[in-house]
């Protein structure tokens, strides 16, 4: 069979991968820690679960306006103007099978071929994927562990060229953990205001941080007419099954990607619409984000504080999300390497560094989102590993 050229444009994620690589040791018997998947080891809160049989007993089993049941549009409108500070229209947002669906749609509506986006390096390899995927060229700038993983906005400013069209932030970040300072959003947003871009704000982790978040790049004067959120229920309420994501932009824009939905997934299924509801308003739904929240603090302040005490590791403290990206350079081994050896050899499943990005490499990612038990055996198995392969570099 021939395929289309585009096809080897695209790329895919590690996480996966080494997932089934994992679950195939695991059936020759051998141990393995989990931590290279991004999903909560959580159930979805009940009353959601509810919520979607109710919705299905009372007939949401048919489909929806491509863009959204109105009143899901309307809810998810008030979270996101409560968040922000800054009225958003029902009008202005779009509901989608997963997530990605809003990176995929913003990029074939707005960027031409040969144009070029910026995009976090290391940062979501589905960032880099579907750019290169639609032909337009990825400019990647660099987060650098010296600045918390921030962006140095001088080098950023001095990747923009007249064929740049998109910047595209994820803040808290996938995989460090890292957030975009005030500052940095707030130089930013002139940026893009004077060479005319626009931004593409992944805002995925957004609830599950350990302080309080500076504003959003789109509550800034100019900014709501060329940001485009990226959001959605997977992280925040556990629902990475449920498959429902959403967008928020201007309204031109929702409705073009309404005509793409129509020719793609036709519309999110209604009574997990119906659902989030539930999810964006109920006290009973933020007690157990609360609750969660809580529990990822305590394993990344066990896990941090394990990995520090390795020679040859260091690792940063997240300001949010559930991975931690130590430094493993300390052990002269590659991040290839290290997550190779440490799935191989010490049962522990981590993802390279340089799978999101040149800038990855010298770091491992590891999804503290098993219970503290499997955390302090991970950290266990490492400390071994690294001890045991690599003495001399470390010593």
């Not at 549009?73 to 409560?82: D, F, L, Q, Y």
């Not at 144009?115 to 750019?131: A, C, N, Q």
């Not at 590659?334 to 050899?345: I, P």
Request: charged share 20%; glycine share 8%; aromatic share 6%.
């Amino acid at each position: 069979m021939r395929f289309a050229n585009r096809m080897a444009r695209l790329g895919t994620e590690s996480a996966f991968e080494v997932l089934a690589q994992a679950r195939r040791l695991e059936a020759t018997g051998k141990s393995v820690v989990h931590l290279e998947i991004g999903e909560p080891d959580f159930d979805t809160p009940g009353n959601i679960i509810e919520a979607a049989y109710s919705a299905m007993r009372q007939g949401a089993t048919h489909y929806t306006p491509a863009a959204g049941i109105p009143e899901v549009r309307e809810a998810i409108a008030a979270a996101m103007a409560k968040r922000g500070g800054v009225p958003i229209g029902a009008e202005q947002v779009v509901v989608v099978p997963g997530s990605k669906n809003i990176l995929h749609f913003a990029l074939l509506s707005l960027v031409e071929a040969g144009e070029e986006v910026i995009l976090p390096d290391p940062g979501y390899p589905v960032y880099r994927s579907l750019t290169d995927f639609i032909g337009a060229v990825a400019r990647p700038i660099r987060l650098r562990e010296d600045r918390g993983f921030g962006m140095d906005l001088d080098e950023l400013e001095s990747l923009i060229s007249p064929k740049t069209r998109m910047v595209i932030i994820n803040s808290p970040q996938n995989p460090t953990g890292g957030v975009l300072s005030e500052a940095d959003l707030d130089r930013l947003a002139e940026l893009a205001i004077e060479h005319d871009l626009i931004v593409l704000s992944d805002e995925i982790y957004s609830r599950i941080c350990f302080s309080d978040l500076p504003a959003p790049i789109w509550s800034r004067p100019g900014m709501a007419e060329r940001t485009i959120v990226l959001d959605g229920l997977s992280k925040t309420y556990a629902m990475c099954g449920w498959r429902l994501g959403f967008g928020v932009m201007p309204a031109p824009l929702a409705q073009r990607m309404e005509t793409l939905l129509i020719n793609t997934s036709s519309c999110a299924a209604a009574f997990t619409q119906l659902a989030a509801i539930e999810a964006l308003g109920s006290p009973t739904s933020e007690l157990a984000v609360t609750t969660m929240v809580a529990e990822f603090r305590r394993r990344r302040d066990a896990i941090v504080e394990g990995l520090n005490s390795i020679p040859g590791v260091r690792c940063l403290l997240p300001q949010a999300s559930f991975y931690a990206f130590p430094n493993i350079t300390g052990t002269g081994l590659s991040s290839r390497e290290m997550a190779s050896r440490l799935l191989q050899e010490a049962g522990v499943a981590a993802l390279a560094g340089e799978a999101f990005g040149e800038a990855g490499e010298g770091f491992i990612r590891l999804a503290y989102t098993k219970g503290l038990p499997d955390i302090e055996e991970a950290v266990r198995r490492i400390a071994a590993f690294v001890a045991a392969a690599a003495p001399a570099r470390v010593g």
